[in-house]
């Protein structure tokens, strides 16, 4: 049946597939959600919930659904974290008006989408780590899309109007294949962390209001883009998996708010901060100032340096050139003035870092500019004051060409630049304090200077425009 595999192999595979089946089957309950109250999809969480905990360990579904790990606890670790989420999730169903379509999108995506991708990278793949991971992307968004449309034209689910249910439906099932994909690489793949990420970050998304929803056609080309991005710089070690799904989840938003220009200015900063590491890498590690890991990224530092303009382009795409209450009409450029000059924060810093810390001489702390050693937290040098401003200057220039930056905003360039190189500064302050007194690590630095160096930059702006 499989002459590829080894008997042993067989014999794992034929267990395995035993084993995702019984989960798959349990899953198939979702499709009734339609036809139920909702107070009985909690109860019968709940209970499924108790039958895990209770359940024999010599009966015959004990048996199909144990791992080894969980025959040595005498119980069903894996499924009762599994339920413990689902009924998390489903008490807000009651609660907070958490979708259902949601519910079951997210019990599509694990329970389908991570079983079969389980037993197809069992027999297609010997480079786990990348299969896996693009296998339960294709499989995960798939059966999130199923699941949740079967919901959606089975009961009165109300979408907001102007917009397609299904097209909707797609894109969330997308980010929730992707940030459950996400936290695969960073958790257990049992922890209850997995289904509650992906269906919080579906419902979040779902909770916006959007003038339109970008096709299916479109949200694969705008997943594909950061995908190939992502498994090139894995093989290059630029990221391990997570930066690299993390790049993933990152990307897709970015192209789905703002577009493909706002995605290859971030692009730059990536290419930049990766080229940059690996200068003189040997050098700075003898000195303690290199990345660890051979300067492969992973989903803190893409996170540290992202989160804050992934939030200015998602508010771009919200909140732009709306009328607020208490607030009044919201001009967009607001948001793209913090969105480069957080990304210019985040280039500046990294070229700042990896190109400062070669300065032949002994660098200053920001705070008593006395002498320090290469590498200490909140030391700057004229290198890298320099980087920073190249760094900053280089986020502004590139943003002309894509059309970031016309002509009739100007401006736009000069509070990029300052907002950049003044964000890069401030992460040097947070790390010459926070840091230093280990209230910050060196992402949450990197966060708050990010958003700083957006302020800054939105501040600049209002203040020379009006």
Request: glycine content about 10%.
């Amino acid at each position: 049946m499989y002459p590829s595999l080894s008997s042993e192999s067989k014999h794992t595979l034929g267990y395995e597939v035993k084993r995702q089946s019984a989960y798959i089957s349990l899953g198939l309950l979702a499709l009734l959600f339609p036809f139920m109250p909702e107070w009985l999809i909690v109860l019968g969480i709940f209970l499924g919930a108790i039958a895990i905990v209770y359940m024999p360990k010599d009966s015959f579904l004990f048996k199909a659904l144990a791992s080894e790990r969980d025959r040595e606890a005498g119980v069903l670790l894996g499924p009762l974290k599994f339920s413990f989420a689902l009924l998390l999730l489903a008490i807000l169903v009651v609660a907070l008006d958490f979708p259902v379509f949601i519910l079951a999108a997210t019990i599509g995506t694990v329970a389908f989408g991570e079983g079969t991708a389980a037993i197809v990278n069992m027999l297609v793949s010997e480079n786990k780590a990348i299969f896996w991971s693009v296998t339960l992307l294709i499989l995960g968004t798939i059966f999130a899309f199923l699941f949740g449309s079967w919901v959606i034209t089975n009961s009165d689910v109300g979408i907001q109007a102007g917009i397609d249910s299904l097209d909707f439906m797609f894109f969330l099932a997308v980010i929730g294949t992707v940030t459950g994909a996400l936290l695969y690489t960073i958790v257990d793949e049992e922890n209850i962390a997995v289904p509650l990420g992906a269906g919080m970050a579906m419902w979040l998304f779902s909770s916006f209001t959007y003038t339109t929803i970008p096709s299916p056609a479109a949200i694969v080309v705008a997943v594909t883009f950061p995908l190939v991005i992502g498994i090139i710089s894995f093989k290059l070690n630029a990221a391990d998996l997570s930066g690299a799904l993390s790049g993933v989840l990152i990307g897709v938003l970015i192209i789905v708010f703002g577009g493909i220009t706002w995605f290859l200015l971030f692009l730059v900063f990536f290419f930049l901060g990766a080229l940059f590491t690996k200068y003189k890498y040997a050098y700075k590690k003898s000195l303690g100032a290199a990345e660890s890991n051979q300067g492969s990224r992973g989903y803190k530092n893409a996170f540290g340096n992202c989160l804050a303009p992934l939030i200015f382009v998602v508010a771009y795409g919200v909140l732009g050139n709306t009328e607020m209450p208490y607030i009044g009409y919201i001009d967009k450029t607001i948001f793209l003035a913090a969105y480069l000059g957080a990304m210019a924060t985040a280039t500046g810093d990294t070229l700042a870092s990896e190109i400062g810390s070669t300065y032949q001489g002994s660098p200053r702390m920001i705070t008593t500019f006395k002498k320090v050693k290469t590498g200490t937290d909140g030391a700057v040098s004229l290198l890298g004051e320099t980087a920073a401003l190249f760094g900053s200057s280089a986020i502004a220039v590139i943003a002309l060409p894509l059309g970031m930056i016309t002509t009739l905003d100007p401006v736009l360039v000069l509070v990029t630049v300052l907002g950049g190189f003044l964000g890069t500064n401030a992460d040097s302050l947070l790390g010459a304090t926070l840091q230093k007194k280990k209230m910050l690590s060196n992402a949450g630095v990197n966060l708050l200077a990010t958003f700083v160096g957006g302020i800054i930059s939105v501040l600049i702006y209002l203040l020379l425009v009006h």
